[in-house]
Nanobody, 124 residues
Framework: QLQLVESGGGLVQPGGSLRLSCAAS????????VAWFRQAPGKEREAVSV??????STDYAASVKGRFIISRDKNTVYLQMNSLKPEDTAMYYC???????????????????WGQGTQVTVSS
């Protein structure tokens, strides 16, 4: 059974950077699609970025494109967050699903495995 553990959140000033990590246990990330989602208070959970293990391709939400970078190794997925804005403040979650079906990769309901989340706060 795949288990996910996020780390790396914290308090950062606007314009700063953070790197989040999502570590897998119980299995490797081979053949999984792995995504980062975030949820701010009173808002719906939204996709931030996704990496497809089949070919390593990536995708980003328009709101973070050019500022965030997702990367991976065998057992960990990273989210490098640069030029952070106050509106990036949220709980960030790592999620995974097995297989090579790339459809609906930004829909949280299609993921089977979730981490506990790590808080990111962008404030001066």
């Amino acid at each position: 059974q795949l288990q996910l553990v996020e780390s790396g959140g914290g308090l950062v000033q606007p314009g700063g950077s953070l790197r989040l990590s999502c570590a897998a246990s119980g299995s490797t990330f081979n053949y999984y699609i792995v995504a980062w989602f975030r949820q701010a208070p009173g808002k719906e959970r939204e996709a931030v970025s996704v990496v497809f293990y089949g070919d390593g391709s990536t995708d980003y939400a328009a709101s973070v494109k050019g500022r965030f970078i997702i990367s991976r190794d065998k057992n960990t997925v990273y989210l490098q967050m640069n030029s952070l804005k106050p509106e990036d403040t949220a709980m960030y979650y790592c999620a995974a699903r097995f297989g090579a079906d790339y459809s609906r990769a930004f829909h949280p309901g299609t993921y089977d495995f979730w981490g506990q989340g790590t808080q990111v706060t962008v404030s001066s």
